[in-house]
């Protein structure tokens, strides 16, 4: 069980909604992150995976868009990440699409069936990817930063990604490495830890980030 992230992240769930059922005083001691929305979704879409069955989705394509457009769907999997839940699905055409389930307006469970490929497997897919969106023009590479003390022990404590190594260690700094896409969910995770750290290698993710952080600095001048 300690192997199966499903089952570890369900035995936690239910271990401490046990104890918070069991102890009423304690539900204002704890606090959970906010998930926007579409879990009501999750339930028409688990059993269409189930069913290997067709959904139709009425879908917004950006946040605070007015119009929504309808989308037949064959679901592939579901993803949560930063607090989202994400489907990823085959569209009308049979290519590989991720929908955000809180820009879901409706879901309609089909009677029609589909046949899924049997060497699809959801964690192959992101296998080389941080985030969710998985861009196709990118290629797999290895990336290396320099990181403080601080940031290390975040990024030791709770790895970006299964590729992540450590290949350099001192008293004041840390050089980490992994083998993934950078893509836009990487870099502003990189984002994220501002100072903190210096992207070392590939030289064009580099440049690519200073040239992100030069701009930033001119919202401020």
Request: aromatic share 12%.
């Amino acid at each position: 069980m300690l192997d199966n992230n499903l089952k570890m992240w369900l035995l936690r769930s239910f271990a401490i909604s046990n104890r918070l059922s069991n102890d009423l005083g304690l539900r204002k001691c704890v606090q959970f992150e906010n998930v926007p929305g579409g879990i009501q979704h999750l339930d028409p879409i688990i059993e269409a995976l189930q069913k290997k069955q067709i959904i139709k989705i009425l879908y917004r394509k950006g946040y605070g868009e007015d119009s929504a457009t309808h989308y037949l769907c064959k679901p592939l999997g579901l993803k949560l990440f930063k607090q989202r839940w994400y489907l990823i699905a085959y569209n009308e055409d049979n290519e590989k699409r991720i929908y955000a389930l809180d820009r879901m307006e409706l879901i309609e469970q089909r009677d029609e069936t589909f046949k899924t490929l049997q060497d699809f497997d959801l964690q192959t897919f992101f296998n080389d990817v941080f985030g969710i969106y998985v861009e196709a023009n990118l290629k797999t590479e290895n990336i290396v930063i320099k990181s403080d003390i601080a940031q290390s022990t975040f990024l030791k404590g709770l790895p970006l990604h299964h590729s992540q190594r450590i290949m350099e260690e001192a008293e004041d700094y840390a050089i980490f490495s992994w083998r993934l896409k950078p893509s836009y969910d990487f870099k502003q995770q990189l984002i994220t830890m501002n100072s903190h750290i210096e992207v070392l290698q590939p030289e064009w993710l580099r440049q690519e980030m200073k040239a992100l952080i030069n701009e930033m600095a001119k919202k401020y001048e």
